[in-house]
């Protein structure tokens, strides 16, 4: 029963660049959370996606980040033209769809390196 | 809004000392409580959790009692081990489906 996948696991970018981020929830699992880690910081919410739709965007930068979850396939959190204050950890979790709607399960993140 | 605050670390503990990090809350509603733990280099994983006043979360011998009357959810542990040593996190959720709220992070370190 494989948890929730995430890759790449590290990923280097020049500034100005675009990063892409892919994230398969667990099995049985159609919400998948994006969150941000700062060095030495707690994690922040970005956006919260189902199946085809963006639930709550409210923690996403308004420019440069954009997130799906398509029908078919993993979620991607894309970030256009980097710039260093980017550079973190990137964790996607998901949810199950009833019961212990609550619990969420955490990917191994993507750190993100903006050179 | 809602939030979490717990204790600033870092925490330096020998092994088999006694833990505590606390954890407070403020919240609109009436949240479940979780801790996570993120071990050097990994995601984080849930440690234990509760989701009712009362409710005491317990998982590898850490334990956190849900108190609504001083909304905290304090973490204990009574013998640390050198292997408990990571950053621990204190969350809440309002409802089902929802982003989790969390805070800064404690970071342990357990000496033999």
């Known amino acids: 029963n494989a948890g929730v996948m995430q890759n790449p696991r590290h990923l280097v970018r020049r500034r100005g660049q675009e990063a892409r981020l892919r994230c398969s929830p667990m099995?049985?699992?159609?919400?998948v959370y994006w969150y941000r880690q700062l060095p030495e910081e707690g994690l922040k919410f970005m956006v919260y996606?189902?199946?085809?739709?963006?639930?709550?965007e409210s923690g996403m930068p308004k420019e440069r980040f954009s997130a799906e979850f398509p029908k078919e396939g993993p979620s991607i959190l894309r970030i256009q033209q980097v710039v260093r204050g980017d550079s973190a950890a990137y964790f996607c979790?998901?949810?199950?769809?009833?019961?212990?709607?609550?619990?969420?399960?955490f990917g191994p993140g993507t750190r993100l390196t903006v050179t | 809004g809602d939030s979490v605050t717990q204790m600033e670390g870092p925490v330096t503990l020998s092994e088999e000392a006694c833990l505590t990090i606390?954890?407070?809350?403020?919240?609109?509603?009436?949240?479940?409580l979780f801790w996570y733990v993120q071990y050097p280099g990994e995601g984080l994983q849930l440690l234990l959790k509760?989701?009712?006043?009362?409710d005491k979360g317990s998982n590898k011998g850490f334990e956190a009692t849900y108190r609504k009357e001083t909304t905290s959810f304090h973490l204990e542990k009574g013998s640390v081990q050198v292997s408990d040593s990571a950053v621990y996190f204190c969350?809440?959720?309002?409802?089902?489906?929802?982003?989790?709220?969390f805070g800064k992070g404690t970071r342990l370190s357990v000496i033999a």
């Open positions: 979790a998901s949810s199950p769809n009833s019961g212990r709607a609550y619990e969420q399960y």
């Open positions: 099995k049985g699992h159609s919400h």
């Open positions: 996606l189902q199946k085809e739709n963006i639930i709550d």
């Open positions: 606390n954890c407070t809350y403020t919240a609109t509603g009436y949240p479940s």
């Open positions: 509760a989701t009712k006043a009362d």
């Open positions: 969350a809440l959720s309002i409802t089902g489906n929802t982003p989790l709220v």
